[in-house]
């Protein structure tokens, strides 16, 4: 892991939720000197005082690589969630368009990677958010007051061995598991529409089931590392699910103790799965 000097400044990617606050908290505590970027039409982080913010376009690569060098930034972090448009609408620069015409596949990882090497390639160091806020990464095992059934621990088993599976062709990250069958897994649409979409697939009880959250094989945890905020929760109680599993160490909880003391509220299980102990 990288640690930025005193003398060095990061510049934040930032979309929406926690996450980009909480990256700046870190790095204006450590006394590091910070530049938040925003993009046009996107989410946007939680507003913070005295923190210099700049907003591009999102498919401005080199106006965003110029502004980094002119701003004297020496490292890049990316951090929250963007609306995602689809590459057919993606509003791309001539380098943006030269990099999505390199990668063989469009997908989110391939996209990602190669975003970061191509800072790299100006002499950018990339950061994981993870880096920053170490602190925000899921323990393994039982997280909070509630506890998975031997029952649902056979679902997170089932969900953990999918989401890994469909990681490798890079659909998702998520998965939905009730009675070791599986009524959804992550695309695009992102994890809040699983849910929902996921809702009326229980049965005539309409109830139950677990959602399962787990790294990409070979994915890139500087950019696109899982993570699971306040909304989740709450949407999963709405809709009447039993809880959530995530990977252990590679995960985000992205408000830190207010997801456990939220999911003991709301009387949901979160569960740490640790791929290397398989132990569920």
């Known amino acids: 892991m990288t640690q930025p000097k005193s003398k060095e400044k990061v510049a934040i990617l930032a979309g929406g939720g926690v996450l980009p606050t909480a990256v700046a908290h870190a790095i204006l505590k450590a006394e590091k000197q910070i530049l ?16 210099p913010t700049i907003e591009l ?9 110029k502004t980094l060098k002119t701003e004297k930034c020496t490292h890049v972090c990316m951090a929250g969630f963007l609306s995602k448009p689809s590459f057919f ?15 063989a596949t469009h997908n989110d990882d391939a996209l990602l990677s190669r975003l970061c ?27 909070g007051k509630n506890k998975p059934t031997d029952k649902q621990l056979k679902d997170i088993n089932i969900g953990f ?5 469909l990681g490798g062709l890079d659909i ?32 005539r009880k309409n ?16 950019v696109d590392m899982p993570g699971v905020g306040l909304l989740t929760l709450q949407s999963l109680k709405d809709l009447g699910f039993d809880g959530l599993a995530v990977e252990a160490g590679q995960t985000l909880l992205l408000d830190g103790a207010a997801f456990i003391e939220k999911a003991d509220k709301l009387g949901l299980y979160v569960y740490g799965v640790s791929e290397e102990k398989e132990n569920v």
Do not use: W, Y
Not at 40 to 49: A, F, L, V
């Open 207 to 222: 109830k139950g089931g677990v959602l399962i959250k787990a790294i990409k094989p070979n994915q890139d945890t500087r």
């Open 36 to 51: 938040m970027v925003t993009f046009k039409g996107q989410p946007k982080p939680e507003t913070m005082e005295n923190v």
């Open 161 to 165: 061995k999918a989401a890994k599976t």
């Open 172 to 203: 998702g990250q998520a998965v939905i598991v009730k009675d070791q069958v599986v009524l959804g897994v992550e695309a695009v649409e992102g994890t809040a529409e699983l849910i929902k979409r996921c809702a009326p697939l229980r049965g």
């Open 117 to 143: 090497r191509e800072f790299e390639s100006e002499g950018f160091i990339v950061l994981g958010a993870h880096e920053l806020v170490p602190q925000l990464l899921a323990s393994e095992g039982v997280l």
């Open 57 to 65: 376009g999102l498919g401005a690569i080199a106006k965003v690589i």
């Open 89 to 103: 609408d993606l509003k791309l620069d001539m380098r943006g368009a030269k990099i999505l015409a390199s990668l």
